[in-house]
């Protein structure tokens, strides 16, 4: 009876576990780009979706403050071209919004030039997923807490 138990609840917990990634998508990951150029990175968001963006520039030798050329422009439209966020000069940012329409919503990022040529490296999350028309139907159902853990793959 007991192997029956404990094959029960682990069922139950690898259920619950892929029903949790149905409703939220994490994508987070460590880009490179050249100062003077543009990288661009576009996710499929769904209308009434609620998004949260994250953005962080990593220095290039630990524990030192960022140099002046470290700095970067973001900005995230939508598929029909609205920005939802825009900030120049910049070492982080965040961003968060309801999408309006469904369709690839684009965040990109870019570095003026500098001479020599600078690598900036930049640790990017970004989070979708509950509908925002639920959130009465989530409150009734109970408290839900989504702990994500931060994955970093380099592009």
């Not at 900036?120 to 839900?144: C, L, M, P, V, Y």
């Amino acid at each position: 009876m007991t192997n029956l138990t404990s094959i029960t609840t682990k069922t139950t917990i690898i259920f619950l576990m892929f029903s949790l990634n149905l409703f939220v998508n994490i994508e987070s990951l460590r880009l490179e780009i050249e100062s003077g150029s543009t990288r661009c990175i576009s996710e499929e968001i769904k209308r009434n979706a609620m998004t949260v963006g994250t953005y962080n520039v990593i220095s290039p030798i630990e524990d030192q403050p960022l140099p002046p050329s470290h700095r970067i422009a973001a900005r995230v439209t939508s598929p029909r071209g609205n920005d939802y966020h825009y900030k120049d000069g910049v070492e982080s940012g965040n961003f968060s919004f309801t999408a309006g329409d469904t369709g690839n919503y684009m965040t990109c990022f870019w570095a003026p030039k500098h001479y020599p040529i600078t690598k900036i490296s930049i640790e990017f999350e970004w989070k979708t997923g509950i509908n925002t028309r639920d959130w009465h139907n989530i409150a009734q159902k109970g408290h839900i807490d989504f702990n994500s853990k931060r994955l970093i793959s380099t592009i």
